[in-house]
């Protein structure tokens, strides 16, 4: 698992890095290629069951599908430009905790942009013979967790088809205001 996560994220880095000019000039090309090269690391589907949390099982099949095409385009829009800016940084994995045969923790360290340094947790799960992250959590605060929080509100006030659409129209919303 760790020699998988270090080459992805450097061939990620790298590729940002060869191609900054172009994708700081049309952020749909950067979209692309964070698409091909870093989603097959992630799991959308089960990250996307994690962040509506007891929500999921009152989800319809259907509905379910929507949540995890719009969980990973919520995802893209929420963190690519994150991810974009500490493209000149070089990751350490300092540790790696295994959790049985098929589950493991790796520490990261990342230097900011300011030269802080930034703690990372990636907590990586085998699907199909394939290492894939399910959650992310920098200094102590989960991607997940925190996506939880925020549509469990969303359940609350507008119901699960209200939550839907409003994460459809605001995904639409992001993707306009990057033209």
Known sequence: ATEVIRVAIDDVLTTMRANEALYTNDPKKLQGMI????????????????????????ATGQQQEIIVREFQIYLMRSYIRTLYSY????????????????????????????????????????????WQILDISAEGISLVVTARGLFNDEITKKGMDG?????????????LNDN
């Open 87 to 130: 493209r000149y940084v070089k990751p350490e994995i300092l540790s790696r905790e295994d959790a049985g045969a098929d589950k493991t923790v790796l520490k990261v360290s990342v230097k900011n942009e300011r030269g802080n340094t930034v703690s990372l947790l990636l907590r990586l799960e085998k699907n199909d013979g394939r």
């Open 163 to 175: 939550f839907i659409q409003s994460l459809i129209e605001q995904n639409k919303k992001a993707s």
């Open 35 to 58: 698409e091909k090269t870093a989603l097959p690391y992630l799991s959308i589907p089960h990250m996307a069951k994690l962040a509506l949390g007891k929500n999921w099982k009152s």
